[in-house]
């Protein structure tokens, strides 16, 4: 067992989930502000392989795999992040206005089933204060940074678009990649907007004030969805993001379903609402990439999360379509070396494996199965 797994069980697994969240975060945060102790610190966490380097919507990453949205809302410690050895950290949610989130207790840990179950609620500082986070933010670590907003609560659907909008002026300039999230459970009506009908008008107007405040370069855009989409709707989505030449598709956020998860926690504390993410979502995100995969091939790119624990989980997002994979909820249950293993794992995968290079893999097992 290592130190970690040792610590989570002695002291972490005993403390409320959102306050042992804000102390771990806290110490990677104050461990990356010290100059000698975080250059060695990312040289230990954070080995390069030349063999996973990745391109994605035109950016360049040391690999594929990055850290998903939730983790750090506020974009507070992205070099902290980057010294662990993550590709990519996607910041965020963010939204229009400051916002508190919903009532605690809010956050539940699932340890039997690795899992989490949340109803944060887009709690966050806001995109004007995250905005001016990001422009002062001077990288330790060269990292790539995707920028995840969502619709205030306190905002009706029929102004969710200007709302989005606004999120979007204000921190464009300060993304590496920027995602809509219409998927989260937990703001009232938001995955209503996932139906083609609202989604068009709404991802056709950020791609528009991106391209307003951002001249210089093209912002990628990216939709973010839900593993609880029917099949067709998938391939609506699918067929959408082509059509409006969108960069990129995150499958999945956390999902509402609890039935045949096969879950082994307490009925009641798997009965708390919110959005279930970890290992019990594997089988269904990995399920609808493929099918996202199936209909859309190389056009657009596909970033794989939802139940990624280790090196084989990532291995067959990527087999499967994805050209980034993401991680959080075992991050949790793994700690500071997760990053470190997830790389080495797949390295030697790639190194085992037929193909030449990591994008030669991507989709490779998907295509086969449609050829």
Same mark, same amino acid.
């Given at each position: 067992?290592?130190?970690?797994?040792?610590?989570?069980?002695?002291?972490?697994?005993?403390?409320?989930?959102?306050?042992?969240?804000?102390?771990?975060?806290?110490?990677?945060?104050?461990?990356?502000?010290?100059?000698?102790?975080?250059?060695?610190?990312?040289?230990?966490?954070?080995?390069?392989?030349?063999?996973?380097?990745?391109?994605?919507?035109?950016?360049?990453?040391?690999?594929?795999?990055?850290?998903?949205?939730?983790?750090?809302?506020?974009?507070?410690?992205?070099?902290?992040?980057?010294?662990?050895?993550?590709?990519?950290? /996607?910041?965020?949610?963010?939204?229009?206005?400051?916002?508190?989130?919903?009532?605690?207790?809010?956050?539940?840990?699932?340890?039997?089933?690795?899992?989490?179950?949340?109803?944060?609620?887009?709690?966050?500082?806001?995109?004007?204060?995250?905005?001016?986070?990001?422009?002062?933010?001077?990288?330790?670590?060269?990292?790539?940074?995707?920028?995840?907003?969502?619709?205030?609560?306190?905002?009706?659907?029929?102004? =969710?678009?200007?709302?989005?909008?606004?999120?979007?002026?204000?921190?464009?300039?300060?993304?590496?990649?920027?995602?809509?999230?219409?998927?989260?459970?937990?703001?009232?009506?938001?995955?209503?907007?996932?139906?083609?009908?609202?989604?068009?008008?709404?991802?056709?107007?950020?791609?528009?004030?991106?391209?307003?405040?951002?001249?210089?370069?093209?912002?990628?855009?990216?939709?973010?969805?839900?593993?609880?989409?029917?099949?067709?709707?998938?391939?609506?989505?699918?067929?959408? =993001?082509?059509?409006?030449?969108?960069?990129?598709?995150?499958?999945?956020?956390?999902?509402? =379903?609890?039935?045949?998860?096969?879950?082994?926690?307490?009925?009641?504390?798997?009965?708390?609402?919110?959005?279930?993410?970890?290992?019990?979502?594997?089988?269904?995100?990995?399920?609808?990439?493929?099918?996202?995969?199936?209909?859309?091939?190389?056009?657009?790119?596909?970033?794989?999360?939802?139940?990624?624990?280790?090196?084989?989980?990532?291995?067959?997002?990527?087999?499967?379509?994805?050209?980034?994979?993401?991680?959080?909820?075992?991050?949790?249950?793994?700690?500071?070396?997760?990053?470190?293993?997830?790389?080495?794992?797949?390295?030697?995968?790639?190194?085992?494996?037929?193909?030449?290079?990591?994008? /030669?893999?991507?989709?490779?097992?998907?295509?086969?199965?449609?050829?």
């Amino acid at each position: 067992m290592h130190l970690y797994r040792l610590l989570f069980r002695l002291v972490f697994r005993r403390m409320d989930p959102e306050a042992a969240h804000h102390l771990a975060f806290r110490w990677i945060r104050l461990t990356a502000r010290v100059p000698v102790l975080r250059t060695f610190l990312a040289a230990f966490f954070a080995p390069r392989h030349k063999e996973l380097r990745t391109e994605a919507f035109g950016l360049r990453m040391h690999g594929p795999f990055g850290l998903a949205a939730g983790f750090d809302k506020n974009a507070v410690g992205i070099d902290g992040l980057a010294m662990l050895g993550f590709d990519h950290v /996607e910041i965020g949610t963010v939204t229009g206005r400051p916002q508190p989130g919903n009532p605690r207790t809010r956050l539940f840990r699932l340890t039997p089933d690795r899992a989490l179950i949340n109803r944060m609620g887009f709690n966050n500082d806001g995109s004007a204060a995250v905005a001016a986070r990001l422009a002062a933010r001077r990288p330790v670590f060269r990292t790539t940074v995707g920028v995840n907003i969502g619709k205030t609560k306190a905002v009706p659907e029929s102004e =969710a678009v200007a709302d989005y909008v606004l999120s979007t002026e204000r921190l464009a300039a300060h993304a590496d990649y920027l995602v809509v999230n219409v998927s989260s459970p937990n703001t009232p009506g938001l995955r209503s907007l996932q139906a083609v009908d609202q989604l068009r008008p709404l991802l056709t107007a950020v791609r528009a004030a991106a391209d307003r405040g951002v001249t210089r370069r093209r912002v990628p855009l990216l939709v973010k969805i839900a593993p609880d989409l029917a099949d067709e709707d998938i391939d609506a989505v699918a067929d959408l =993001a082509v059509e409006l030449g969108l960069d990129g598709i995150i499958a999945t956020n956390t999902t509402i =379903a609890r039935e045949g998860l096969g879950l082994a926690s307490d009925p009641a504390l798997t009965a708390e609402t919110g959005g279930l993410s970890g290992a019990p979502l594997k089988a269904r995100s990995l399920e609808v990439l493929r099918r996202l995969y199936a209909r859309v091939g190389d056009r657009i790119t596909l970033v794989g999360v939802g139940g990624v624990e280790n090196a084989e989980d990532a291995w067959r997002r990527i087999l499967a379509g994805a050209t980034l994979v993401q991680g959080y909820s075992a991050f949790i249950y793994e700690g500071p070396l997760w990053s470190r293993e997830i790389h080495h794992g797949l390295a030697a995968r790639l190194a085992a494996s037929p193909y030449a290079t990591l994008a /030669e893999a991507v989709g490779a097992d998907t295509r086969k199965v449609t050829e």
